[in-house]
């Protein structure tokens, strides 16, 4: 059997998703803009994700994640951060002065690509030992979400008060350092509770080959 063709049914179904959640959230979203910049990483992982899908397929487990990153994102740029209403139920549930939605997608941020960098680095034999491996990948994750506060830092610059909608900082003086705190944790996270899972599905990868 070729890795390419084990890979193909969970990205199929990973493509189908994010393809009908776009199109439903792309009909009304509260700012197009917001839309557009909140989506984007979605729209430039699926061609990539399929142009690699024989030359390097990932494990099942790490396609389940970017797509639910990808819902995470979709739902954002639907609403626009500070007005998911999964928010604002969360908000009043633990008595929050803001809607705390953001923070999940920065927690995700630091989740999903901190499984990414793991299996690459883990397949290419890049990085020997586990707290070696750890470390560089908590460090690709922060430097993951430093590049996407720039990016926002530009967005604002560009775009002014039309920005407003795509920071998401209602209010918050430390949002940015708070995002990249839950990038983070979202790292941790996944490395502490997904790795032998992780190991696992990677050892079936090599022998399939």
Known sequence: MQMGN???????????????????????PFDRTTWWLE???????????WATR?????????????????LVLIVGG????????FGFEMQSWLDLSRN????????????VPALVAREILLRG????????????VVCIVLAISASYELIE??????????ADEFLGTQGDPWDTQS????????????LLSLSRWQDRQIAQLTAAR
């Open 6 to 28: 084990s890979a193909f049914k969970p990205l199929s179904a990973l493509t189908l998703l994010c393809l009908i959640a776009l199109i439903m959230s792309s009909v009304a």
């Open 39 to 49: 989506v984007a990483p979605v729209l430039i992982a699926l061609p990539i994700l």
């Open 54 to 70: 024989s030359r390097f397929p990932l494990t099942p487990l790490l396609y389940v994640c970017i797509g639910l990153h990808a």
């Open 78 to 85: 639907t609403y626009s951060y500070a007005r998911v209403p």
């Open 100 to 111: 705390p939605y953001d923070k999940i997608g920065h927690f995700a941020q630091g989740f």
């Open 125 to 136: 034999g890049y990085v020997k030992g586990a707290r070696m491996l750890a470390f560089v």
């Open 153 to 162: 830092w530009a967005a604002a610059i560009a775009l002014g008060q039309g």
């Open 179 to 190: 995002d990249m705190a839950f990038a983070l944790l979202g790292a941790v996270v996944a």
